[in-house]
């Protein structure tokens, strides 16, 4: 067997980071575009099979030139999982309800112009709150 | 429509390019009108830490009538799963019309 040939390691080293590259680009693409699927459930899938195909590398033996591949793989897997632990969310029950009447508020709009909520009045209003543009 | 985001004025403003949107976005860097809400994320502060804010929103959609009163709360327990188009259309379509 010749001693150049590449390792299986390094081919699975290097198919797992295509497979983490290829969901995550999906992934961030879809987040750019406000377009997160209700089910995640295929997005969880590739991932946890990314880092899965990264760990399978490492324990045939990537080589030199697998290692990498294998370990960004892992991580970027592992990616999903991680922000999944820690989306819950908390807030306190003296939050707004429904009937109730809304707080006056002002704040900058994106034209560093103050908004008064008192423009809201005479209208229904859908108001949406966001984490931010990330 | 009325959007509340911890963004930065000018991040609003590229977002609002970028997505075509139309609607008063306002942005909330102290959290003042999330606190004013009682919408502020009492655990974990999940945003990248370059961003400054001292926490964040849950997010949150309500529709509120003429008179100011809340009608309609849908509120994320995860902020991965946030107020479907179709529910909040249907909300629309059920107290407004």
């Known amino acids: ?130 984490r931010a543009h990330w | 429509m009325v959007t509340v985001s911890t963004d930065t004025p000018e991040e609003i403003r590229d977002r609002r390019y970028a997505h075509g949107l139309r609607a008063d976005m306002l942005s909330d860097r102290d959290l003042a009108v999330t606190d004013a809400f009682g919408l502020r994320n009492l655990g974990y502060h999940s945003g990248p830490p370059t961003d400054e804010v001292e926490a964040l929103p849950v997010p949150t959609s309500l529709l509120i009538d003429r008179d100011g009163k809340v009608l309609w709360v849908d509120q994320a327990e995860n902020y991965q799963r946030r107020s479907d188009p179709r529910v909040v259309l249907a909300a629309l379509k059920r107290h407004l019309d």
């Open chain 1, 1 to 130: 067997m010749s001693e150049t040939m590449v390792k299986p390691g390094t081919i699975l080293g290097f198919l797992a980071l295509a497979i983490a590259a290829a969901t995550a680009g999906t992934w961030f693409y879809r987040v750019r575009m406000v377009d997160i699927p209700e089910d995640r459930t295929l997005f969880v899938i590739c991932f946890l099979a990314a880092a899965g195909v990264g760990i399978a590398a490492l324990v045939k033996g990537a080589g030199k030139l697998g290692v990498l591949p294998a370990l960004l793989a892992i991580v970027v897997g592992a990616f999903l999982p991680f922000t999944i632990a820690i989306s819950e969310q908390q807030v306190a029950t003296t939050g707004v309800q429904v009937g109730e009447t809304i707080p006056h508020f002002t704040a900058l709009d994106d034209r560093r112009e103050m908004f008064d909520s008192k423009n809201l009045a005479g209208r229904p209003v859908l108001m949406k709150f966001f």
